[in-house]
């Protein structure tokens, strides 16, 4: 089992840019494939990034590609997504997810998740 901690997120003009990261404890973070979600409120939840074990492939929500950057540092056991060019409606709790099965990059099912980070961003 993973546990996983979110950090980084904050208050920042639209605009700015925040960092989140994801610290993975437990067993080698590795072996999962790792994921990013936010909720805004009265909000489903809805997809935003996602990578795979070894880094190699990633994936986006379109309203989020060429702004948000997904990469991981498997030594450190942490996901990071940079956030940059942020907008009022990127408003949201941002959550971390991961999943010790190999499925493909489209899917949603993930395992683990953490207690998410809250990010606003001011007009």
């Known amino acids: 089992q993973v546990q996983l901690v979110e950090s980084g997120g904050g208050l920042v003009q639209a605009g700015g840019s925040l960092r989140l990261s994801c610290a993975a404890s437990?067993?080698?973070?590795?072996?999962?494939?790792m994921g990013w979600f936010r909720q805004a409120p009265g909000k489903e939840r809805e997809f935003v990034s996602a990578?795979?074990?070894?880094?190699?492939?990633?994936r986006y929500a379109d309203s989020m590609k060429g702004r948000f950057t997904i990469s991981r540092d498997n030594a450190k056991s942490t996901v990071y997504l940079q956030m940059n060019s942020l907008k009022p409606e990127d408003t949201a709790d941002y959550y971390c997810?991961?999943?010790?099965?190999?499925?493909?990059?489209?899917?949603?099912?993930?395992?683990?998740w953490g207690q998410g980070t809250q990010v606003t961003v001011s007009s």
């Open positions: 997810a991961a999943r010790s099965i190999s499925r493909s990059i489209y899917s949603y099912e993930y395992d683990y």
């Open positions: 437990g067993r080698t973070s590795s072996r999962y494939d």
């Open positions: 990578i795979t074990r070894s880094g190699g492939v990633r």
